[in-house]
């Protein structure tokens, strides 16, 4: 564990067979709800995400919603939100991806990123690596570039880091084995 890891990790709460058996969930709503916590988080992820220089942040509905505007407002970028499919207004596009307990989709507006946009990818979680390479092929469907993802948490024993390859992937807490 890391010296930036070790607080944030007291924040994290496992929850065992959730939302299946044999998942052990791990559960941010702590560090929610601490302002040390939050604010630690929050200013590590902008950190780690300013060196690549975005100019969006994309985050997956629901849990890339919570820190992915705060660090677009902490490093000067925007930010724009991947949905479930049905919940955005106007023109979309999709991808379809795994989860480690099942399947899903996201969308985004057809506009929501300019060919040539430096985009930075971010989640709560890498686990599978799904969600987050869907969010990449979103990225570069719509001719803009992903310069990194960045998550508050990886489950290095499930491989995404792999998946996202050549993506540069940074996390801030990171466990090895369930």
Do not use: W
């Not at 991808?95 to 300019?114: P, R, V």
Request: proline share 7%; net charge negative; glycine share 10%.
């Amino acid at each position: 564990m890391t010296p930036q890891q070790a607080p944030l990790n007291g924040h994290i709460r496992s929850i065992q067979d959730f939302p299946k058996a044999g998942i052990v969930f791990r559960d941010i709503t702590p560090l929610l709800a601490s302002p040390h916590g939050l604010d630690a988080a929050t200013t590590a992820l902008a950190a780690a995400a300013r060196d690549r220089t975005p100019d969006i942040v994309i985050g997956p509905e629901a849990r890339g919603f919570l820190f992915g505007p705060a660090i677009a407002r902490e490093i000067g970028a925007g930010f724009v939100p991947a949905r479930k499919p049905g919940n955005l207004p106007f023109d979309t596009i999709s991808a379809d991806y795994s989860l480690e307990y099942g399947a899903d989709s996201l969308e985004l507006h057809a506009d929501a990123i300019s060919p040539g946009s430096r985009v930075l990818v971010h989640d709560d979680l890498l686990a599978t690596g799904g969600t987050a390479r869907a969010l990449c092929r979103l990225v570069e469907q719509l001719g803009g570039e992903v310069v990194g993802c960045v998550f508050l948490i990886e489950l290095a024993f499930l491989g995404g880091r792999e998946v996202l390859e050549p993506h540069d992937v940074h996390a801030l807490i990171r466990y090895d084995a369930e």
